[in-house]
């Protein structure tokens, strides 16, 4: 093969060892090396990261091409990635998934046959660590949405498009102008409701197996839900996406009753918010402890929804507009 046929593109920022755990993983794929090319992305990483890369360069079976960049954020670091391949497809890996070896295969089983999807791959639990309770929740979280999409209840959808393991023809992602650097979370799903509009279509492919080795402190987490609700209202009035805020507030009447009382009792009262998500990490934390799985699912949903709809509280305004916002959907 003279040319290779897909690019991994892959952003890391002070990961050196679980990147090369990727790498090598990358390595073991059941497709020829000269199959694939691997640009990856330092985004200004501090820990060996970029005397590693260039150490790995000569020994890696496939092309690998490190590019160095200082720290401008993971969208900023995809759109270089993107520039700097030279294939017609791409596919998106974190430096925490690694990649079982039919990963390339069965991503390119399916972009081989139409170009104008995006394939989705599952990132799972992997068995050989215990995660941080809070990452085994959305893990658990992730993995229900994987046996929905497998059982057909309903189809992928943009909303699932997570950069960790996801491809789809460069010429696509050209056109819809890339990642928006102005997002440092929800960068891949606002993308992904461009491509949407662009009418491409999302296909599951549950045997495109990558494993997540999420590694993220409590306070991370709570802040990426909140996050994801003030991206909500920012991408409903900004970026055009006019349905994707009614359809999460109406989501809001579908949520566990416990979990939406929280919400009302906590939403824009920030002492009392802080306070019940102290005490609902103790409990989660005192489940996990002795064994009481429904403990810990049960807090962790009730934090991340108080901080994602306090998100969006505050995007709109404050929790009264929250709402009246809430009203005016449950009314139409």
């Not at 799972?124 to 929740?137: C, F, H, K, N, Y």
């Not at 009302?264 to 102290?278: I, P």
């Not at 409990?283 to 901080?307: K, M, Q, T, V, W």
Request: aromatic share 10%; charged share 20%; hydrophobic share 45%.
């Amino acid at each position: 093969m003279e040319n290779p046929i897909l690019s991994v593109v892959l952003p890391t920022f002070n990961r050196r060892a679980r990147l090369e755990r990727v790498l090598h993983a990358l390595a073991e794929q059941n497709v020829p090396p000269d199959f694939f090319e691997v640009v990856v992305v330092s985004d200004g990483a501090t820990d060996g990261t970029n005397e590693a890369l260039t150490a790995l360069v000569a020994k890696m079976p496939y092309v690998l091409r490190p590019v160095f960049q200082e720290n401008q954020g993971v969208a900023v670091a995809r759109n270089t990635g993107i520039a700097q391949t030279h294939t017609d497809f791409i596919l998106f890996i974190d430096d925490d998934v690694i990649p079982t070896p039919v990963l390339l295969a069965e991503h390119w089983k399916i972009l081989s046959q139409d170009a104008n999807v995006v394939v989705l791959g599952p990132m799972m639990t992997p068995s050989d660590i215990r995660l941080a309770p809070w990452v085994r929740w959305e893990q658990r979280m992730l993995e229900k949405q994987y046996d929905s999409m497998i059982r057909g209840r309903w189809a992928p959808t943009a909303r699932q498009f997570y950069t960790g393991n996801t491809s789809l023809a460069k010429a696509h992602l050209i056109s819809a102008g890339g990642f928006d650097p102005t997002f440092r979370r929800a960068e891949d799903v606002e993308l992904a409701y461009r491509l949407k509009d662009r009418g491409l279509q999302f296909i599951f492919n549950p045997q495109a197996i990558g494993y997540h080795y999420a590694d993220r402190s409590f306070a991370s987490w709570t802040n990426i839900a909140y996050a994801y609700g003030r991206n909500d209202v920012i991408m409903t009035r900004q970026k055009g996406q006019t349905w994707l805020l009614p359809t999460v507030l109406n989501e809001f009447h579908g949520r566990n009753p416990l979990v939406r009382a929280i919400t009302r009792l906590c939403l824009g009262r920030k002492a009392l918010s802080e306070a019940t998500v102290s005490l609902l990490s103790r409990l989660a934390l005192l489940g996990d402890r002795l064994n009481i799985e429904p403990l810990p699912r049960f807090a962790y949903s009730g934090i991340f929804n108080l901080r994602h709809y306090q998100g969006i509280a505050d995007e709109l305004g404050g929790a009264g507009l929250f709402w009246e916002a809430l009203r005016h959907e449950q009314s139409h």
